[in-house]
């Protein structure tokens, strides 16, 4: 593809207005609130969604009961292992938008937010540009995210009609549905295929799953901003060598045990604070830099989130490591096993 359409909104079919046309599934929230005998509802929408929040908020305020008050979450949402659960304990019924279940619960109402942009046009382009030919190569996997996951069948049907060999799977049971990636777990890329195919928005997924499978070549089809391209993640890892590095004469530790529903690892953390007399416990729930600063730490070793790691981590002013990577920085493992961190079978 020429890198003039490249970010190009209106090639996509994706306007200002785009947001406003996802299914907001309102009648489906108006039926748990009156099923519930509801007062309090609580709403909590991902970073790139809280702009939407009044609006919603105004359109359920229509058609639900007069007596019912209706809450947005202020906490920082990045994904379904995010919820706000101050708000979720102080609230009838609390509806998270945006991701799929990773874990049932009947208390809260789940809102996935299925993108309305086309997603073949691009995937003719990836075909046209970076896939090998089926005739010489037929294997591919194929994965997505929730945004797109109400088209994975069509998808799957689209590559097997132009002569590939779609390979799928649910992956584990942190993962709602076939094919899906999340940021912290691709376990759905284990799949017998050299090649995968990424279909959604933006490279956070793919070079992700690039790093933890790095046998596989990850073609991104993304129809959000129409453009195809491969999953690089040699800088990537380049950082997190030099990150090992720098912590290889720390002295003292800070193991950070986050306290988000879905992201602690208390035994990973525990056991690290058990085996290294200079290493110490530090619970939070939102890891930032700031946050860090006031701790007098030569590193740190980070068991919550993965993508904070590996994403975020030359923004802290010392060493942040995975749970793999500090083994290899105190010298239980060599350097080139480290290993993309992720979740799996975690809640």
């Not at 994706?14 to 996802?22: G, I, Y």
């Not at 105004?58 to 007069?66: H, I, K, N």
């Not at 019912?68 to 938008?97: E, I, N």
């Not at 007098?296 to 975020?312: E, H, K, L, S």
Request: contains cysteine; hydrophobic residues 35%; negative net charge.
């Amino acid at each position: 593809m020429s890198g003039s359409t490249e970010g190009d909104l209106t090639k996509t079919g994706m306007a200002l207005k785009h947001d406003r046309e996802w299914d907001y599934e309102i009648d489906r929230i108006v039926e748990a609130i009156e099923e519930r005998d509801a007062t309090k509802v609580g709403l909590q929408f991902p970073e790139g969604l809280k702009r939407r929040g009044p609006k919603v908020a105004d359109d359920l305020r229509e058609v639900a009961p007069d007596d019912v008050t209706f809450m947005l979450s202020g906490q920082p949402c990045y994904g379904a292992c995010d919820l706000d659960t101050y708000l979720m304990r102080r609230t009838d019924v609390f509806v998270h938008f945006g991701h799929t279940p990773m874990k049932e619960s009947d208390s809260i109402v789940y809102v996935p937010l299925f993108s309305n942009v086309d997603p073949f046009p691009i995937m003719e382009d990836a075909l046209d540009e970076e896939l090998d030919d089926p005739e010489e190569n037929p294997d591919v996997g194929l994965v997505t995210t929730a945004q797109h996951m109400n088209r994975f069948e069509e998808m799957t049907d689209w590559l097997e009609e132009r002569g590939y060999e779609v390979h799928t799977r649910r992956g584990d049971d942190r993962l709602t549905k076939e094919g899906q990636v999340l940021g912290c777990n691709y376990a759905s890329a284990d799949i017998d295929a050299e090649q995968v195919l990424y279909v959604g928005g933006g490279k956070f997924h793919p070079v992700g799953l690039a790093m933890e499978h790095p046998e596989k070549r990850v073609v991104i089809a993304d129809p959000v901003n129409n453009a195809v391209s491969v999953a690089e993640h040699d800088q990537f890892l380049k950082q997190r060598y030099a990150s090992v590095h720098k912590a290889m004469g720390a002295e003292k530790w800070g193991v950070i045990f986050c306290t988000k529903i879905g992201q602690g690892r208390w035994e990973t953390a525990q056991e690290i604070v058990e085996n290294n007399e200079n290493a110490y416990l530090i619970t939070m729930d939102e890891v930032t830099p700031d946050r860090l600063r006031n701790f007098d730490m030569d590193a740190f070793v980070n068991t919550g989130c993965p993508r904070i790691t590996t994403d975020d981590g030359p923004r802290f002013h010392k060493p942040m490591l995975t749970p793999g990577e500090y083994e290899a920085a105190i010298g239980e493992k060599p350097l080139d096993s480290i290993e993309f961190d992720t979740f799996h079978d975690t809640w």
